[in-house]
């Protein structure tokens, strides 16, 4: 590959997205889901979205060419799984690198899985059971300086966090909240040392505004969809989401990483393509945002690029927001 420029595709020989970017052995790392080329069904259901394996992509700084590492994972090695490898993420602990990702398991319900490696390029063995407990999809874990590890997750429509609104999973129940009540939140829970599996109940995460009021289910440029991300900057937990049928990025923070979070603003407006997701990093001494959109394929929805932009702060830690396509 030949470098990249900020806002134009990482890669353009094979079709990626949600990318999740970290720092590991002072390089840039990328976990994105890995698009397929078909001509399958395309609906709210996100059956387009028929991924099957994860390759792993690396830079050794912004200057240099992207490393394709291949294929890390494939369904075929995951025991329990059975369709939609979803957004991935990766995180490092105990000397090893772990790769987070959701799928449909024999019953069509969403899970979320594990996998470890000891090479942050994989490839990575899949643990032979989903993580007890898990549901919904994009898993993005925050290993706090601490060490503790926290998995944030879920996603409306097709990730199915509407069917899990009475703890139990309901396979009928499409509906969220009516448009005046709280919106559905993203979910929390600590991960346990070893960091195979859940140490206590996923959480749901309240995010409110200014006034402390929640975000209600139909404010829609504000309420969580999927794809969290959560990150640390000045002692603030900056939580940051898609929303989903508006098509923004957007942020709270919180000096708690379970929450609340008190809504902020926009990181990035819309782009090419019905959905986004993201992750901020930091490397040397600039933030950077990882995205997507669909510009790779002139906008087919489940063909899309993977893409990185310098993210700013104000001085006040609020974040200036990115329009992807500004001249
Ligand atoms: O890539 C499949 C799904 O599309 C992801 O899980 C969502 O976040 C959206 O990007």
């Not at 001509?39 to 387009?48: I, K, L, T, V």
């Not at 966090?161 to 009475?166: A, G």
């Not at 969580?224 to 937990?237: A, C, D, I, L, R």
């Amino acid at each position: 590959m030949t470098n990249i420029k900020p806002n134009q595709p990482l890669v353009t020989h094979i079709y990626t997205a949600d990318p999740s970017a970290h720092v590991f052995e002072n390089k840039i790392y990328i976990y994105p889901s890995h698009d397929l080329d078909h001509d399958g069904p395309d609906n709210d259901n996100g059956d387009q979205y028929a991924m099957e394996d994860y390759h792993v992509l690396s830079l050794d700084n912004f200057d240099a060419s992207v490393v394709d590492h291949g294929e890390a994972l494939h369904l075929r090695d995951v025991p329990w799984a059975s369709a939609q490898m979803w957004a991935p993420d990766a995180a490092y602990k105990n000397n090893k690198y772990y790769l987070y990702f959701p799928a449909r398991d024999h019953d069509g319900i969403f899970r979320l899985g594990v996998a470890t490696g000891d090479s942050p390029a994989g490839p990575f063995h899949a643990e032979p059971d989903y993580i007890k407990g898990s549901y919904s999809i994009d898993p993005a874990v925050l290993v706090d300086e601490d060490d503790q590890a926290y998995i944030y997750f879920g996603g409306l429509w097709g990730g199915q966090l509407e069917k899990w609104q009475t703890g139990s999973f309901e396979p009928s129940q499409t509906e969220g909240p009516p448009a005046d009540k709280p919106a559905i939140g993203p979910r929390v829970a600590l991960l346990s040392e070893d960091m195979l599996s859940f140490a206590g109940e996923p959480q749901e995460i309240s995010i409110v505004d200014e006034d402390g009021n929640p975000i209600l289910a139909g404010d829609e440029d504000r309420r969580y969809f999927e794809g969290p991300w959560v990150h640390k900057y000045n002692g603030y937990y900056y939580l940051s989401y898609s929303t989903g049928t508006t098509h923004k990025l957007v942020y709270g923070i919180s000096k708690n990483p379970m929450g609340p979070f008190t809504f902020k603003g926009t990181i990035l407006t819309p782009v090419i393509g019905w959905t986004t997701h993201h992750s901020i990093v930091q490397f040397e001494d600039k933030w950077y945002l990882f995205y997507h959109d669909s510009s790779l394929s002139e906008g087919v929805n489940h063909k899309r690029c993977v893409k990185y932009t310098e993210l700013k702060y104000n001085a006040d830690g609020t974040i200036q927001t990115i329009d992807p396509y500004a001249e």
